[in-house]
């Protein structure tokens, strides 16, 4: 992923909403198509998916550093404030 663009993604379980998953990838349509093929042992019990979030970084020791920031219980906690799906009406 030397010369390419580097994206932390976070995906959301349409069917249970309360799940996600955080990763890394060059290119996240293809990599959300994967998930929702249940290609990746660690995503397809909660298929399908949705993106919640991407963010591209200009240097991949950043994306990879954030990636495991928002897997980390402190990056959890601020992935659910930020990135989260509220219901109409909720704070």
Request: hydrophobic share 35%; proline share 3%; charged share 25%.
């Amino acid at each position: 992923m030397s010369d390419s663009k580097r994206f932390v993604y976070v995906l959301e379980s349409k069917v249970t909403p309360e799940r996600h998953y955080v990763g890394l990838s060059s290119n996240v349509t293809t990599r959300l198509t994967l998930h929702n093929d249940g290609l990746s042992i660690h995503s397809s019990s909660h298929r399908p998916w949705r993106l919640l979030v991407s963010i591209e970084f200009a240097e991949e020791r950043t994306a990879i550093a954030f990636e495991r920031y928002l897997k980390s219980d402190s990056g959890r906690a601020f992935a659910r404030r930020h990135f989260t799906t509220k219901p109409a009406g909720a704070n």
